[in-house]
């Protein structure tokens, strides 16, 4: 650590505002913003933290000029590739790295192909890469943070160096683990022809010897998931992902740091795509958006009658098919919704025989739409997240900071933003726990009595709204962490 600040080395598939596929682009711009913009304090220096993502051929660059700042070769069993960085400033003092060469350029047209074996050698490439570009650029990190399995090369590869290469002899390594069942299978030959080779550990399940994300498990100075309570969960063999054993291992240097938004991104009273924005000074506004949404969907235009909404990715982690029963369940009470998204074709039918078996009351919306999204989160009454497991989630956050109140699975980081019901005087939703139909049909049907208490709801969504989700508190809590790894390593 130079004086005061600590340079992070920040490695990610994917970060906004570039690309962003999933939830991971947008951690990857949301948390190096709030660090860089951390006033300095007590225990907390400065974060001179620097973003490494892929130069994907199909990026649009055009506003941001990006700048040549390094040439050289990445060593392979079967030669040298070139690797070129450029850089580029999003913003005011946020830095990117954006690394090219030909696994980056031969790569999909996608972020992400869904085949790991496809996708190693850009990935490991990158990581690779990116670790020795503060060397060639003279920028030595005190710590570098990689995320998922895609960039835990990295944090393998120094593991494997840093006791022969001086300029990373003290630098520390950080994991966040964002989704721990996408360990990276297939990826094994691309690392092993960057001379990442299988480890012979034996903490390690012999499957997992050769998998990126486990590899980064197992080397990584401090692993951090994206929540408190999915630490906890993936310590147990329903949540571990065939990891949890191992993990147990390591419970020391496992700790949970909650994803935010940003409040000012996802602001009902400043909101442009909304019909008619609104606070929570001016809260009876917002059913004018609800009136909004009915006509235009052809519902009942009844804003007395509760409006449930669903926005996620079709696929079994969301447990869309829980939804999906769950109404069919509760068909005779007074309620109407509306399902946006795409995902699995099998659910999107199911979304849509729904849609067929009650046109009076439920529209599907097959598509991807933030506009519709963002509409969807000023109108509607509650949001449904039966998620299966939830690592942090967001639609949460987004959907209280909008007056939508969550139904949720008592999981991961949704139980530790949502105050379940019961909880008297502290309740911003309604939660449950077994993921079965008949569990989150019972959820609804409590979050259906109390829309009839006016002033409870009423009460409720004001805390929602109320409620701080904003990245400073976490960036915050990363900060310290960093401050904490750095002292802690040896000279």
Aim: with cysteine.
């Amino acid at each position: 650590m130079t004086g005061s600040k600590i340079k992070v080395c920040f490695i990610a598939a994917e970060a906004g505002p570039l690309i962003t596929a999933g939830g991971l682009g947008e951690v990857a711009y949301a948390l190096p913003r709030a660090l860089t913009q951390l006033p300095e304090g007590h225990n907390q220096p400065e974060v001179d933290i620097r973003v490494f993502i892929p130069n994907y051929p199909f990026l649009n660059l055009q506003t941001y000029q990006p700048r040549l700042v390094s040439e050289f070769n990445v060593p392979t069993r079967s030669g040298e590739l070139p690797a070129r960085v450029y850089e580029i400033h999003p913003e005011n003092r946020l830095i990117y790295y954006l690394v090219d060469g030909e696994p980056v350029r031969n790569s999909s047209r996608t972020v992400y192909s869904f085949d790991a074996a496809q996708d190693g050698g850009k990935f490991t490439f990158l990581s690779v890469a990116s670790l020795l570009a503060t060397e060639k650029l003279g920028w030595q990190p005190d710590l570098i943070h990689a995320n998922d399995w895609h960039t835990a090369p990295a944090i393998y590869w120094l593991y494997l160096n840093r006791t022969k290469n001086s300029f990373f002899a003290r630098t520390a390594s950080l994991l966040n683990i964002h989704n721990l069942p996408y360990h990276g299978e297939g990826a094994g030959l691309a690392m092993n022809e960057f001379g990442l080779p299988p480890t012979t550990d034996k903490r390690l399940p012999a499957w997992a010897r050769n998998v990126p994300l486990p590899l980064g498990l197992l080397t990584a100075d401090q692993l951090v998931a994206v929540s408190p309570g999915y630490a906890q969960e993936i310590l147990t063999p329903e949540f571990g992902a065939g990891m949890s054993e191992f993990l147990n291992t390591r419970t020391e240097t496992i700790t949970g740091i909650l994803n935010g938004i940003d409040p000012d991104y996802w602001n009902p009273e400043t909101d442009a795509e909304i019909p008619t924005r609104y606070s929570v000074q001016s809260l009876p506004l917002r059913l004018e958006n609800k009136h909004y949404l009915l006509k235009t969907y052809g519902l009942a235009e009844d804003v007395n009658l509760p409006l449930i909404t669903m926005i996620t990715r079709f696929d079994q982690q969301k447990g869309v098919d829980l939804a999906l029963d769950a109404l069919l369940q509760i068909a005779h009470l007074p309620w109407q919704a509306i399902l946006l998204g795409t995902g699995h074709p099998d659910l999107e039918k199911a979304a849509l025989r729904l849609q067929e078996l009650l046109p009076e009351r439920v529209r599907a919306l097959i598509m991807y739409d933030k506009s519709v999204s963002r509409k969807l989160y000023a109108g509607s009454d509650m949001i449904l997240i039966p998620s299966r497991y939830e690592p942090c989630g967001l639609v949460q956050m987004i959907a209280m900071r909008y007056g939508c109140l969550p139904i949720a699975r008592e999981t991961g980081g949704l139980r530790d933003t949502i105050q379940d019901y019961t909880r008297s005087g502290q309740s911003t939703g309604f939660l449950f726990q077994s993921a079965t139909p008949e569990a989150l049909a019972g959820a609804i049907r409590r979050a259906l009595h109390v829309y009839s208490l006016t002033d409870a709801w009423q009460a409720m969504q004001i805390r929602g709204m109320q409620q701080d989700f904003s990245w400073k508190q976490s960036a915050r809590q990363y900060a310290s962490l960093y401050y904490k790894m750095v002292q802690q390593k040896p000279s």
